[in-house]
C-alpha cells in the first residue's frame, strides 16, 4: 500500500494542468490509488451553449470525451499498470466545486496546476490555485510548469526524478508534523531531505543597527540548535540536512528550493500570525517563484486553534 489512496486532479486543458495531470497519473499508478479527474465548466459556456440549443449535457459529454483522451494521450500503449480514473464534469465557481469533489470523494491529495487558460475556460483564472490552498483541509501538490519531467511513464510503470526533498518550517508546533511527513515521502522515493528555517529579517535605522545584528547573530544560533533536534527527533531515522537562512522566508525558499535543485517542496498551510497572513499565503508565494512542485500540508484541528488564538 502507498502514501495516497485517493487522488483528485483538475484540469483545463492548460499546460500546467497537463502536468499536474501528468504527475497524478504517475503517483495513482505507483501507489494504485484512486485517481479523480475533474474538470469545471463555467455557467457562462453552459448558458451559451443552452441558448444555442445544444443544452448542459452536450457541454459536459464534449468535455467529459475530451478530458478521457487527454488522459490516455498521456500513457504509452502498453501501460496496464495505470489506473482508470473516475472522469468528472461539473459547472460553477471552480475552487468551490474542486473542494467539493474532494469531500465527495474523500480524497488525501489535490493535484492541480498554478496557472491555466484564459477566456471561456478560465478555471484558474483569479488564482483558483491560491483559493484551493487557503480553504483546502486535503493536502494540495501545486504543479508550476517547468522543464524537469518529475515522472515518466513506460510500460512496466511509473518511473520518478526526485532529487532531493525541501521541507522549510517556522519552528511552530506544526513543524514536527511536517518534517516527518516529507521524511516519509523521501523514503518512499529514496531520496534526500534537506530542512530550512529562516530567521526573519529585522530592519533597523541609526544606533539600533549593531544592536539589531548582535540579536540577530543569537537568533541564528538558536534557530540551527533548534532546528537540529527538531529534524533528528521526527526524522524518522533517515538521514537529514538542515539549514538555517536570513531574510524574507518565501524569499528564501524558493532561493534555496532553485540553488539544491530540489524536486518538491513539503511545507504547512500555516499563516504568520503576528503578521495576519493567511493560511497558504506563504506557500502561494513559493511556488510562484520556485520551480518545484509544493506539497501544501494543511493545518490540524489544534494548528487551526493555535493560528486563531494568534489573530485575536
Known amino acids: 500500500m502507498g502514501i495516497f489512496r485517493s487522488i483528485v486532479c483538475p ?19 505507483r501507489d494504485q490509488a484512486r485517481l479523480t479527474v475533474l474538470t469545471v465548466n463555467e455557467p457562462l459556456l453552459v448558458e451559451a451553449a443552452a441558448a444555442a440549443q445544444y443544452g448542459a449535457e452536450y457541454v459536459t459529454h464534449e468535455a467529459a470525451t475530451e478530458l478521457h483522451g487527454l488522459f490516455l494521450s498521456l500513457l504509452p500503449s ?21 473542494l467539493e469533489c474532494v469531500a465527495e470523494h474523500h480524497t488525501d491529495l489535490i493535484v492541480m496546476g498554478t496557472h491555466g487558460l484564459g477566456g471561456y475556460r478560465k478555471m484558474f483564472f483569479g488564482s483558483v490555485t491560491e483559493r484551493v490552498l487557503r480553504r483546502s483541509a486535503t493536502p494540495v501538490l501545486a504543479v508550476p510548469l517547468g522543464d524537469r519531467r518529475i515522472v515518466v511513464f513506460s510500460d512496466r510503470g511509473p518511473v520518478f526524478n526526485l532529487p532531493g526533498i525541501l521541507v522549510p518550517v517556522d519552528l511552530s508546533a506544526s513543524s514536527a508534523r511536517q518534517i516527518r511527513r516529507a521524511a516519509e515521502l523521501a523514503r518512499e522515493f529514496g531520496t534526500s531531505l534537506l530542512v530550512v528555517h529562516v530567521v526573519a529579517e529585522l530592519r ?49 525558499i524558493a532561493r534555496v528550493a532553485i540553488e539544491r535543485d530540489v524536486g518538491v517542496i513539503v511545507m504547512g498551510l500555516t499563516g504568520d500570525g503576528a503578521s495576519g497572513s493567511r493560511p497558504g499565503s506563504v506557500a502561494y508565494r513559493v511556488l510562484t517563484m520556485a520551480p518545484a512542485p509544493v506539497l501544501a500540508l494543511p493545518l490540524d484541528r489544534e494548528e487551526h486553534e493555535e493560528v486563531s488564538e494568534k489573530t485575536k
Open 78 to 98: 502498453g501501460a496496464s499498470w495505470a489506473p482508470v480514473p473516475d472522469v468528472v464534469v461539473r459547472t460553477g465557481r471552480a475552487e468551490n466545486e474542486i
Open 204 to 252: 533597523a535605522h541609526g544606533g539600533l543597527h549593531d544592536a539589531v545584528k548582535a540579536h540577530d547573530r543569537t537568533r541564528l544560533n538558536d534557530a540551527r540548535e533548534q532546528l537540529r533536534r527538531l529534524a533528528c527527533a521526527n526524522s524518522g531515522g533517515i538521514e537529514v540536512e538542515t539549514r538555517v537562512t536570513y531574510g524574507h522566508p518565501a524569499d528564501e
Open 11 to 29: 484540469v483545463d486543458f492548460s499546460e500546467h494542468s497537463v502536468q499536474a495531470l501528468r504527475l497524478a497519473v504517475g503517483l495513482a499508478g
